[in-house]
């Protein structure tokens, strides 16, 4: 009898966050892909199960034990007080994977200065426990309701008297004239695991291995390598030219008295960079994409 077949199901978020997340795990090496109307996506490792959810949903199932492991926003993890184990933050520089802030936002002519000043007013948001506790915190009484959606109408058309919003920013706010007030937390994208699937010798392994892969695709992100050859002549002074993350590697050439030079720099450095490198004396100069950076 055959060995059972050994998988990890792990949540992608639907929505907002889906195309940078494809993004990530093709930087990572995984080729993900989805029909417009499935919530199964295809993925070429056939020891994953990817399902697709909305974020806000993601932290529950993978409390339940319905996944394994999943990614979501810590707001979300809080918001439904999921007791799942946070394996790493992936704060990657695309839309949707960048640090976000819920805040409080009002009318621009509206007369509350501070959060205090909600005492007595009517709230709207889609984060309301995580609103409540931050009102809690501050002792201020207010009633808050969950929306659906557009907030930014409500408290618009003086249907309530400030709203609790994500934002990045802070324009999207601004155009529909709104100020910020105080901020209710800040989020990032989580990794997340179940707690029993994480105390699995196999599950726990390829958790890690994913979020290493991950990780490695977050930190080339902005960076490139950068070759060069140079004659000994000349080699203190490129050392003295040339960044990099820890120290460039240097190595002999077939021809004496020549020197090969590797290093990853941040991409937005390389043309100011190679003219001096070109004359200081540098050949053969090679810039390259990467994809993951593992330490």
């Known amino acids: 009898m055959s060995a059972q077949k050994k998988s990890l199901k792990i949540g992608l978020p639907k929505g907002s966050l889906q195309n940078s997340t494809f993004e990530l ?13 499935s919530y199964f996506p295809a993925i070429d490792d056939p020891e994953l199960e990817p399902v697709l959810l909305r974020a806000q949903e993601m932290s529950r199932y993978v409390e339940d034990g319905v996944l394994d492991c999943g990614l979501t926003g810590e707001d979300w993890v809080q918001e439904n ?43 709207a948001t889609e ?53 910020i007030v105080d901020t209710v937390c800040e989020s990032t994208t989580t990794f997340i695991a179940n707690k029993t699937s994480w105390k699995d010798p196999w599950k726990k392994e390829k958790i890690h291995y994913l979020v290493m892969l991950l990780e490695g695709a977050i930190v080339a992100q902005g960076k490139v390598g950068i070759k060069l050859n140079i004659s000994e002549t000349n080699l203190k002074k490129i050392l003295t030219i040339v960044p990099a993350i820890r120290k460039p590697t240097v190595s002999s050439l077939s021809q004496k008295g020549w020197y090969a030079i590797e290093t990853i720099i941040d991409e937005k450095v390389v043309r100011d960079l190679i003219p001096q490198l070109k004359k200081a004396g540098a050949e053969g100069i090679i810039e390259y994409p990467l994809n993951k950076i593992i330490y």
């Open 81 to 123: 007080g999921s007791q799942v184990v946070r394996v790493s933050e992936l704060v990657y520089a695309k839309q949707g994977l960048r640090p976000v802030r819920w805040v409080i936002a009002v009318p621009e002519a509206s007369k509350i200065k501070t959060a205090r000043d909600l005492n007595g007013k009517r709230i």
């Open 127 to 179: 984060l309301v426990n995580v609103t409540k506790k931050f009102l809690k915190k501050h002792n201020i009484t207010a009633e808050v309701e969950f929306s659906w959606g557009a907030t930014e109408v409500k408290v618009g058309a003086g249907l309530v008297d400030a709203i609790v919003e994500l934002t990045e920013t802070g324009s999207s706010l601004r155009a529909n004239n709104l100020r």
């Open 25 to 37: 795990f093709k930087k990572a090496g995984f080729s993900v892909s989805v029909s417009e109307r």
